[in-house]
């Protein structure tokens, strides 16, 4: 059987710790105040920050999401919950000098930093965090933020002491042990996304409360908290500190795919930011796309109706339609399309010639093209022109 230099180290060094543990131990485990004042490592030099303030701490969540998953070698299971700050700065030492893989390194100050946070020490896991920049030192923070037992005041003023990659690393570690409910319930103006690095931290914190909220066996409750989630993204975009165009790459780990709640969240935001969007496959026509393939006569009843919001993707919607069921959101169209003004005519068929070309039905095609009497939307499908000709060109080299 071959072992991996990885389990190697793990095993050296955990052996090592557990002589340093055993012998840091109290003389009389029997004492429960001796334990108290004494936990594994004997006196403490200092007092913990947080036996020193009466003012609440911030709640720390074992169970919540942490950004690496319990190590699963028996020697660290076995050390984990012993782990003192003695120990813990043996093995981070021969961590930085025999781990050459840096995410490796990274990973496991990781493990080592947030066990010392869960076990206590506070104090002594932030002297310890590596202080040259890169990977090892962002992890190390972000397992810091993630169970450091302090006040909400003192995480702020920590935080507010970093800046780019360290205090997006750290932001990310603490959001992190608030579960979707207790997430939408912060105020945001306490953490301002400084920039490019904090706001991909905030917008992956929210894939993975959105990816945590999901529960089909509970969807009332699971639409309300991912709500709540999206909520926090319409409060970023309203305070610039994020773009609209970022929505669809935040919504692609959300399971439920329920576009009407994205929608109902987009409403939130000042429409000043939405400005500048693709009409065809921006933030707004994919979320229409979204709530076509959930109700699609719901959808086309608002986006046919002039004046509300979804009117101008009445097209969008049309065609999402037709790619989907054709026969039938052919039959909605023949139903309707005396109510229809001259543009949102012109408009159906743009959908019907972009649906048919994507199908491959060139003739029908070239015939909705026909019908378009507005230079502007006749120029909207260049696209579906241009290969309706070079298809006829193909045909007559045949």
Request: neutral net charge; contains cysteine.
């Amino acid at each position: 059987m071959r072992i991996s230099t990885q389990t190697i180290l793990w095993c050296v060094v955990i052996a090592q710790s557990v002589v340093i543990v055993v012998m840091a131990m109290p003389k009389s485990t029997t004492d429960a105040s001796a334990a108290e004042s004494n936990p594994l490592s004997g006196e403490r030099k200092t007092p913990s920050r947080v036996q020193r303030s009466s003012e609440p701490s911030a709640p720390a969540k074992p169970e919540r999401r942490r950004y690496f998953p319990p190590p699963t070698d028996p020697a660290w299971t076995k050390i984990a919950s012993k782990l003192n700050p003695e120990s813990a700065k043996e093995m981070l030492e021969r961590n930085r000098t025999e781990v050459t893989n840096i995410e490796e390194r990274a990973e496991k100050a990781w493990h080592i930093i947030n066990q010392l946070c869960q076990n206590g020490y506070t104090d002594e896991a932030w002297d310890l965090i590596d202080k040259d920049s890169g990977a090892v030192r962002q992890k190390g923070l972000g397992a810091f933020f993630r169970d450091a037992d302090l006040p909400k005041a003192e995480i702020l003023a920590r935080l507010n002491e970093l800046q780019a990659a360290d205090r997006s690393a750290s932001l990310y570690g603490y959001w992190s042990r608030f579960s979707p409910e207790e997430f939408a319930s912060l105020d945001m103006r306490e953490f301002p996304l400084k920039s490019g690095f904090e706001t991909g931290g905030f917008r992956r914190l929210i894939g993975d409360l959105l990816t945590d909220s999901y529960d089909p066996s509970n969807p009332e409750a699971s639409r309300n908290a991912r709500a709540g989630v999206l909520s926090k993204v319409a409060e970023q975009m309203n305070s610039g500190s994020l773009s609209y165009g970022e929505l669809t790459l935040i919504l692609q780990k959300d399971k439920s795919l329920d576009g009407f709640l994205y929608w109902e969240m987009t409403k939130k935001v000042d429409d000043q930011f939405k400005q500048g969007q693709r009409s065809f496959d921006g933030p707004d026509a994919q979320i229409i796309r979204l709530m076509t393939a959930q109700d699609p006569q719901k959808v086309l009843g608002l986006a046919s109706t002039p004046g509300t919001k979804e009117h101008s993707h009445y097209h969008i919607a049309l065609m999402a339609w037709l790619n989907k069921d054709y026969k039938q959101g052919e039959t909605w169209y023949n139903q309707h399309q005396s109510t229809l003004s001259e543009e949102d005519r012109d408009r159906s068929a743009v959908a019907f010639a972009r649906a048919n070309v994507e199908a491959g039905n060139y003739d029908a095609g070239e015939q909705w093209l026909g019908k378009i009497q507005s230079e502007n939307w006749f120029n909207a499908v260049s696209y579906e022109r241009m290969a309706i000709e070079r298809r006829k060109k193909a045909m007559q080299g045949q």
